[in-house]
């Protein structure tokens, strides 16, 4: 069974277009995260829930929206895409928002704007 | 301000010797945790390690090992006896009680082990 899976894998889409990938863990952990992965592999912080409450939104354009229907999913929508939306998308989860808490990550959903 | 630094875009290193991947990282929070992850060509998120900030000796887990030092804020990944599958991009992250507890990422290291 898979910890953290996430879905699509693959998303190819037009700009302008509306999208959503899915996350869902069945690890019963508290907290979920989306990551933003550029083209230099650099990893950024874009949202946290724990518990369905939205904890952390970094400086995220308000095309992208979250929503936690559980604590067992957090899914990403994202309004008129933009090329430069194109990226790799991680979900994680942690069991608690805590300094020792490892974050356990989906396989990634890269995203294609053309 | 960026909070965890790799200063080595890339390493190589020959098969079955030993490499240190560097990261620094800046905090005030005392209380915290660093993290290596690991990043093959195939995309996935691999944990390697863990060290929290009060630990008192340094973290192993198998061949990786992390060198903590508190003071110069460093937190090295020390891989031994290379394998050609270690070749991949190796993150460093921290987390910080008081900023919410959201994992940060350094750049990453890119790692090439030669045959």
């Known amino acids: 069974d898979t910890a953290v899976s996430q879905t699509p894998k693959y998303l190819v889409t037009q700009m302008g277009n509306d999208k959503s990938i899915k996350c869902e863990q069945n690890l019963g952990h508290d907290t979920m995260y989306w990551y933003k992965q550029d083209s230099k592999k650099f990893l950024k912080i874009m949202f946290s829930y724990n518990n369905k409450e939205l904890i952390i939104n970094e400086t995220v354009p308000n095309r992208f929206s979250p929503k936690s229907p559980d604590k067992a999913h957090l899914n990403l929508h994202i309004n008129s895409l933009e090329l430069g939306d194109s990226a790799v998308y991680f979900c994680?989860?942690?069991?608690?928002?805590?300094?020792?808490?490892?974050?356990?990550f989906g396989s990634g959903t890269q995203l294609s704007v053309l | 301000a960026q909070k965890i630094t790799q200063t080595q875009p890339g390493m190589f290193v020959q098969e079955k010797e030993a490499v240190t991947l560097d990261c620094t990282y800046d905090?005030?929070?005392?209380?915290?945790?660093l993290f290596w992850y690991k990043q093959p060509s195939s995309g996935e998120m691999i944990f390697l390690i863990y060290q929290g900030s009060y630990d008192q000796q340094n973290a192993t887990e198998g061949r990786y090992s992390l060198n903590f030092q508190k003071a110069r804020k460093s937190a090295n990944l020390v891989i031994s006896a290379s394998q050609l599958g270690d070749s991949a991009m190796y993150f460093c992250?921290?987390?910080?009680?008081?900023?919410?507890?959201?994992?940060?990422f350094g750049a990453g290291t890119r790692l090439t082990v030669k045959p």
């Open positions: 994680a989860s942690s069991q608690e928002p805590s300094p020792r808490g490892k974050l356990f």
């Open positions: 905090t005030s929070d005392p209380s915290y945790g």
């Open positions: 992250a921290m987390r910080e009680e008081y900023n919410n507890n959201d994992m940060r």
